[in-house]
């Protein structure tokens, strides 16, 4: 269940998008109208300006004309590009009358789109004939994602429906014998929250994150030559001011990734599978070289400004570009209310999930300081929305400027398309832990969020054991202060926590829960303690092991374990008291 994406928006006006070959045949085409506008297309072609010419006898490279017949109402927009075929876009202008900005700001964001978006045509020539072994090749790409890096949550509909999706997806791509693209909106930024990260920087979450989409895209290039890129289309600056982080700060972390990004393609002999595109890429501001011409931009376009509810320290650049999203791509606010309002449980839950996750993301941000709970609970609501009208806004963008790629996710979509769940981390190697709830079953996320990432948490490597541990950066630190062990920060590739048990404690295995789904009950002999609860592993890629169990290895870390089981279960009991 999904919020309401309606609107008046220049998004919600986008009635289609065409290439063609300059001589009047059309290549491809897409959006709502996309049937009309291959019914009429040569009514259409006669009138695209591409096909005047200027005073000097030449082409025009941009231009926009009212169109006429079924349709009547839209208007447009065209731009030929060079070394590649002209693009161009229609928008519904019938609604445009109700929209309060200015027709300076819709030729902009028109203009925007033709310069920025990708309808990934890369051979139309091939695209209409696949050959039989892009075919073969599509299906094992569809199928590697399946086991490698689906995540399969609540209500999955990878098989009804998504599987097919994805494959269209991926077909776009293997018709043309190219590259396959894919977009990750993710990585924006450390969580305010030091009770959740080390720090402000990437650390071992990050760099093992990255490491597994390379090996996805290293994989791709097993089966289909032509490869695959993941493009990190980094979504910081549309939420920082929500969460609490400086733009400056934003800024930093995504250099900083980049760097460890260059390191990983080192490391393993290929420097083009990961990219980067920011909010600032997306819009070109990074080619504005000062200040004054993005104040006078902003100026010029006379868009609304947009709420701040939590003080942070803001750019320039940064803002522009928030208020350029909002303005071209957000959903109708009253729509949004009118459905949390509804009280519709699906909604009313996700809503309240974003609430307690901002709760918890600023409890420790120095504007909430001086806050009453109460006070904090009610910021917590009002970021809660922002950060919803902000995440449809981006979402709408993507799908104009990327309308081919392959979407990725890391929040918990169906995954019926046409975004797809994730998982950041090999579930093979790295554990989640989450905790226990009161009654001692696992707990589980209300918000959507809860697919594990790197800048909500930290790495815990826990010595003697075969795994490493995704948690709280709170929870070693408390296990710490009961004396259950030592920790200290390993630099060695990337930061995170080392944990080494204190002598005592023999773990054991309550038999009891042996036959449950969920982790075994662990003990401590002579202190028992609740269960340390660790989220559902999904589909794990490493292979069995053939030869004897370990059990030696396997119970090394489970004092350790089992002390962070007290952990969690103190933070429940306070939450609950």
């Known amino acids: 269940m999904e919020f309401s994406n309606d609107g008046n928006s220049i998004f919600h006006r986008f009635q289609a998008a065409f290439v063609h070959d300059g001589q009047g045949q059309l290549l491809y085409c897409s959006g709502p ?45 065209e731009r030929q590009r060079f070394g590649a075929c002209p693009t161009g876009i229609i928008l519904n202008t019938a609604a445009q009358n109700s929209n309060a900005l200015s027709v300076e700001f819709e030729e902009f964001f028109a203009q925007l789109l033709l310069d920025q978006a990708d309808f990934a045509i890369r051979d139309p020539e091939l695209m209409a004939s696949p050959s039989s072994e892009s075919l073969a090749a599509t299906e094992q790409i569809v199928n590697l994602f399946d086991s490698f890096l689906r995540y399969q949550g609540k209500d999955d509909q990878w098989e009804a429906s998504g599987r097919v999706y994805f494959t269209d997806r991926v077909r776009h791509f293997t018709s043309q014998n190219a ?103 997306l819009f070109e501001l990074n080619e504005a070289k000062s200040q004054h011409k993005l104040s006078e931009l902003q100026s010029r376009l006379d868009i609304p400004n947009i709420d701040h509810h939590v003080e942070t320290r803001l750019t320039v650049e940064a803002e522009l570009c928030r208020q350029i999203l909002m303005a071209g791509c957000q959903p109708q606010e009253s729509a949004v209310r009118a459905q949390i309002k509804s009280q519709n449980a699906a909604i009313l839950a996700l809503y309240r999930g974003f609430s307690r996750f901002m709760l918890e993301d600023l409890e420790l941000h120095p504007f909430t300081q001086k806050m009453t709970r109460s006070q904090r609970k009610k910021l917590s609501t009002k970021v809660a929305f922002e950060m919803i009208m902000r995440n449809q806004s981006y979402s709408n963008l993507v799908e104009l400027l990327l309308p081919n790629y392959v979407r990725l996710s890391i929040h918990a979509h169906n995954n019926a398309g046409p975004k797809f769940g994730i998982q950041l981390f090999d579930p093979a190697v790295v554990r989640a832990v989450e905790g226990l709830s009161p009654d001692g079953t696992p707990m589980t996320s209300r918000d959507l969020l809860h697919i594990p990432t790197p800048w909500h948490n930290c790495l815990v490597e826990v010595q003697g054991s ?93 004092p350790v374990l089992c002390w962070l089981g007290v952990v969690f279960y103190h933070r429940v009991v306070e939450a609950f008291v």
């Open 33 to 77: 109208q996309k049937g009309t506008v291959h019914e009429h297309w040569d009514s259409i072609s006669r009138c695209l300006p591409s096909q005047f010419r200027t005073a000097m006898g030449e082409r025009q490279q941009v231009g926009s004309v009212d169109l006429d017949g079924a349709l009547r109402g839209s208007r447009l927009y």
């Open 179 to 281: 590259r396959i693209d894919f977009c990750l909106p993710a990585f924006p930024c450390k969580s305010s929250n030091t009770n959740k990260v080390l720090g402000k920087a990437p650390d071992r979450g990050e760099q093992l994150a990255l490491e597994r989409l390379h090996g996805f895209v290293e994989a791709i290039e097993s089966i289909y030559p032509p490869g695959a890129k993941m493009w990190i289309i980094s979504d910081g600056h549309v939420f920082s001011d929500c969460i609490g982080v400086d733009d400056a700060d934003v800024d930093t972390y995504g250099e900083q990734l980049k760097e460890m990004n260059r390191a990983v393609d080192v490391s393993r002999g290929n420097t083009d599978r990961v990219g980067f595109r920011s909010l600032v890429d």
């Open 466 to 558: 075969p795994y490493l541990l995704v948690t709280k950066a709170s929870v070693p630190r408390e296990a710490v202060s009961l004396g259950a062990v030592t920790v200290e920060i390993s630099t060695k590739n990337a930061p995170c926590f080392v944990l080494r048990p204190k002598k005592g404690g023999v773990a054991t295995v309550d038999k009891r829960e042996e036959k449950k789904k969920s982790a075994p009950l662990l003990v401590i002999e002579e202190k028992p303690t609740p269960a340390l609860i660790q989220s559902p592993v999904q589909r794990p890629k490493a292979p069995k092991s053939q030869g004897r169990f370990d059990w030696a290895r396997r119970l090394a870390a489970f």
